[in-house]
């Protein structure tokens, strides 16, 4: 499945697109990061999402349900289940 093809199917491709980037997950923000994951908690694209994010680095947003410190702590997982080379 393409890029387009999923994202077609997304949840939030009519929401505005800052409810997903919020400054911070923390404080204020933390309202924000829960409205955007609520929409993603039924995207029927959820993981095509979050495998968009994480195959492209994506550093800021909310994606898959994901802020950008739970990225970064399934990559690291990630990293340490890979056998050594």
């Known amino acids: 499945m393409t890029y387009e093809n999923w994202?077609?199917?997304a949840a939030c491709r009519d929401i505005d697109p800052e409810l997903f980037f919020p400054l911070t997950d923390m404080g204020p923000g933390a309202r924000q990061v829960?409205?955007?994951k609520s929409i993603c908690a039924g995207?029927?694209?959820r993981?095509?999402?979050l495998d968009y994010a994480l195959d492209n680095g994506l550093d800021h947003g909310v994606f898959g349900g994901t802020t950008q410190r739970e990225r970064r702590v399934l990559q690291r997982r990630a990293r340490q289940d890979r056998p050594a080379a």
């Open 7 to 9: 994202r077609n199917r």
């Open 34 to 36: 829960a409205q955007a």
């Open 43 to 45: 995207c029927p694209v």
């Open 47 to 49: 993981a095509q999402c």
